[in-house]
């Protein structure tokens, strides 16, 4: 069933406040996609706070208008889906960059990174970017390494004495 005029409105209202309020919006072209595909895709996208949202064509550069963007893709091959982060920037891409690599027909177009355009080789580095749970892990490695490195230290020279020790008690033994 077609969609009224004031029903269209509506989402295109609704898109673009999701817009403004997103930390990431990523834009991307599918076609000869299975649904059972996008079914994992999405779910995919659900565990790490992402939407993934078919919508035409048309109705893009109207709602970048909206949402106060100033540039959007040339052209787009396809069909178009929005994949919206809510809470992380780096997540949505790298799951959509895996799902790229496992599947044909599907490639990015661009996103929204904050007020910024991003084109499709700026995405495709954010998805090559460490997700901010890796940053963490790393930096306390490098946080936590010389302290590390400290107490084997102090604990090789103590071992050191106790195999001294015990080869001196050894030896007034056999003595």
């Given at each position: 069933m077609a969609k009224t005029r004031v029903q269209k409105e509506k989402i295109i209202e609704?898109?673009?406040?999701v817009i403004k309020s997103a930390k990431v919006i990523l834009l991307s072209s599918f076609y000869k996609i299975s649904v059972?595909?996008?079914?994992?895709?999405?779910?995919a996208l659900r565990d790490s706070d992402a939407k993934y949202i078919v919508i035409k064509k048309k109705f893009l550069p109207i709602i970048f208008k909206k949402a106060d963007v100033k540039s959007k893709p040339e052209r787009i091959a396809g069909s178009l889906a929005l994949i919206i982060g809510q809470k992380d920037e780096i997540g949505p891409a790298k799951i959509l960059?895996?799902?790229?690599e496992t599947s044909e027909g599907v490639n990015f177009l661009g996103g929204i990174l904050g007020d910024r355009y991003?084109?499709?080789?700026?995405v495709e580095f954010l998805a090559k970017l460490p997700s901010q749970t890796e940053l963490v892990a790393k930096l306390v490695y490098l946080l936590v390494y010389p302290i590390r490195g400290l107490a084997l230290t102090l604990s090789g020279q103590n071992r050191n004495l106790v195999y001294i020790l015990n080869n001196l008690k050894i030896k007034?033994?056999?003595?």
């Open positions: 609704s898109l673009s406040q059972g595909q996008i079914v994992k895709l999405r779910k960059a895996d799902f790229i991003l084109n499709q080789i700026e007034r033994e056999s003595v």
